[in-house]
């Protein structure tokens, strides 16, 4: 029988119980960013892209992904699709099946059999020029349908960090509930994090899925105690 601990289900769980309030809300003060993401938003785009893996590549679990992203409500989908499609993760250039690079890194080499670039444009725009080897991110997963289902179920056992931090999704899981708890991350809390200071996805995107938390990710932060009240901050995590 399968553990139903799995990243996938933290996330399924979130769905079910509020897709329409905002779950990610993405600012960057370098450039003015503010997006905000609904559950039923945000599982589209990891829809599109986990529907990319399965149908155009052929990929599910044992599959492995190198994903070279800042912190980014596009990260937390693109990471979101490699966990429910079965795939393993990893923040380096370690060899892969395929490969989410912004684009600005793309000259850094990522051995992987299929590559994206991602602009990591606000309102998702696909690049202007894409680097040589590889696909467009935003142009690709686009044309995929709104809603996926796994071709085989991913267990709490299948892996889902791979390289320098090896974990299983229940492994995972239980880390993120434990930092949650270092965090002061509870149920219902909206978390306020400087993702320049916690740049690590177990604490900006699973922790607070494991508390049952919505986020306001901040990046380049210049207005953390402005935007404690309108954002209806109950956690800060700087």
Known sequence: MFDVRTVGTLFTAVLERAP????????????????????ATLGNWVAKTA?????????????????GLPPHWMTAAVLLACWRAGLAVTDRPEPADVAFVAASRAAEGWPAGDRYALGLHPFALPLREVPDGFLDFTSEVRVHGDFFTAPAPVGG??????????????????????????????????????????PDPLDWLVAPLAAGAS????RNADALGARTGAERVTVTVT
């Open 20 to 39: 329409a309030p905002p779950l990610l809300t993405y600012y960057d003060d370098a450039t003015g960013e503010r997006t905000e993401l609904s559950a």
């Open 51 to 67: 529907n990319t893996l399965v149908d155009d590549l052929g990929l599910g679990i044992g599959g492995r992904a190198a994903c």
């Open 157 to 198: 056992e299948v892996l889902a960090w791979y390289g320098d931090r090896e974990s299983s999704h229940a492994e995972l899981c239980d880390r993120a509930a434990a930092r949650a708890t270092a965090l002061g991350i509870g149920a219902g809390d909206r978390v306020m994090i400087d993702v320049d200071t916690y």
């Open 215 to 218: 986020t306001v990710l901040c």
